[in-house]
Nanobody, 118 residues
Framework: QVQLVESGGGLVQPGGSLKLSCAASGRIFSVNAVGWYRQAPGKERELVARINSGGSSNYADAVQGRFAISRDNAKNTVYLQMNSLKPEDTAVYYC????????????WGQGTQVTVSS
């Protein structure tokens, strides 16, 4: 059974930094696109950042220049470095991976809370 396990969330002051990690385990043949989404209370889940299979990344306008997504294919892991955090970044962050297991399927992590507050 394939699982995505996230870590790295927590409470941070405005202007601070956090790094999220998401590791996939199980019978995985290959990793296609990977990404991070977030959902704030009362709002819909939204894309934060994504890397496609070719290595090209895209970011939400709200995080451009502050967040950086990266991947380690050897470890089936995706990271999200978050700098200059703002209170409006407060949300539950979910990782997403398109994995060949062996058919291509979409998988989600359980979510990790990020709270930006003084």
């Amino acid at each position: 059974q394939v699982q995505l396990v996230e870590s790295g969330g927590g409470l941070v002051q405005p202007g601070g930094s956090l790094k999220l990690s998401c590791a996939a385990s199980g019978r995985i043949f290959s990793v296609n696109a990977v990404g991070w989404y977030r959902q704030a209370p009362g709002k819909e889940r939204e894309l934060v950042a994504r890397i496609n299979s070719g290595g090209s990344s895209n970011y939400a306008d709200a995080v451009q220049g502050r967040f950086a997504i990266s991947r380690d294919n050897a470890k089936n892991t995706v990271y999200l470095q978050m700098n200059s955090l703002k209170p409006e970044d407060t949300a539950v962050y979910y990782c997403n991976m398109v994995l060949a297991t062996p058919l291509m399927r979409n998988y989600w992590g359980q979510g990790t809370q990020v709270t930006v507050s003084s």
